[in-house]
Structures are given as structure tokens and as C-alpha cells.
């Protein structure tokens, strides 16, 4: 699904057009093969996301970019409060996989003011998701600080030994 926006930095203000996340009928079979090549390591900065359901228990696993910003680590869920934003904010922790190997993480959500240098710099390294963020690429972090509600970004807290 599409909405057209104003973007004032677009000449004579016109519209742009701006992505809103609907999961369609390709959804799960994008998931697969999605997952089948971050567990290979073939897809940069990408690692399987597992969070525990919070209303089933079942684990509920989905292809997540994570990025290095100012010496830590940062989960951003682009397409907004999706499921696992709140699984993760439940349980406070989630599992991150990549090349066949799993740790956990406890994560902490940032705020706006935190996420936007974060949100910018993902723009910069997950350019599919680019069409979700009103800001352009370029723009100054205030500008996705803006919108930092519209994303909900976490920090990645270092990973817990195993059990």
C-alpha cells in the first residue's frame, strides 16, 4: 500500500510517494527464502530475529537488519510496531541468528531523540527499506528523529552467556 505525502524538500512540493507496510500473500514465502540465505551469512548486517510470542509462548523467528552505530549495536524495526516489536518489548530480550550461530541480547527501547542519528545511519545501510522513512537519506538526523515513532528502534545489550 502507498500513501502520497508532501515532501517540502521535493520541488513546487510535489508528492512523494511513501510506503506503508501491508503483508501480502508473499509474505511468508519471502520470510523463507529470506531466512534460508541470512542463515548461509550470504545477506549483509541481516541475522534471524527469534522473540517468544507473548500471547502464545510459541518462538516466532523474522529477518532483521542490524546496525553498528557509535560503537553499539541497534535493532530498528522499519515498517513500525510490527509483531516481534512487541514480543521483544515483552520479554525484554530476543535471540539473534547469523551463520548458524545464536545468542541472546536484552534489548532496551530508545527514544526519539536517541533514534534518530540511529534511524539515519539504517537508511544509509538497509537502502530497501529507504521508501518507509518520510526523511531522505541525506537528510539531518532531527528530520528522522521526527519520525523515530513511526520506527521503533532498540538497543542491542551484550549478548547473555548461554544456559
Known amino acids: 500500500m502507498n500513501a502520497d505525502r508532501r515532501d517540502p524538500s521535493a520541488p513546487d512540493g510535489q ?4 510506503r506503508t507496510y501491508s503483508r501480502g500473500r508473499a509474505h511468508r514465502l519471502e520470510n523463507t527464502v529470506m531466512s534460508a540465505l541470512v542463515r548461509a551469512g550470504v545477506v549483509p548486517h541481516t541475522h534471524l530475529l527469534t522473540t517468544r510470542g507473548r500471547h502464545t509462548g510459541r518462538p516466532r523467528t523474522n529477518p532483521v537488519t542490524v546496525v553498528r552505530h557509535d560503537g553499539r549495536r541497534w535493532l530498528v524495526a522499519p515498517y513500525g510496531a510490527v509483531p516481534w516489536v512487541h514480543n521483544a518489548r ?7 541468528t547469523r551463520r548458524f550461530r545464536s545468542h541472546d541480547y536484552s534489548v532496551r527501547e530508545i527514544s526519539a531523540h536517541e533514534a534518530g542519528p540511529v534511524l539515519k545511519h539504517y537508511v544509509a545501510v538497509a537502502s530497501a527499506t529507504r521508501d518507509y522513512f518520510d ?3 541525506n537528510a539531518p538526523a532531527e528530520d528522522f528523529e521526527a519520525e523515530a515513532h513511526l520506527h521503533p528502534a532498540f538497543e542491542l545489550g551484550p549478548p547473555e552467556p548461554p544456559e
Open 15 to 18: 508528492p512523494r510517494k511513501i
Open 90 to 96: 515483552a520479554a525484554g530480550h530476543v535471540r539473534l
Open 135 to 137: 526523511a531522505e537519506k
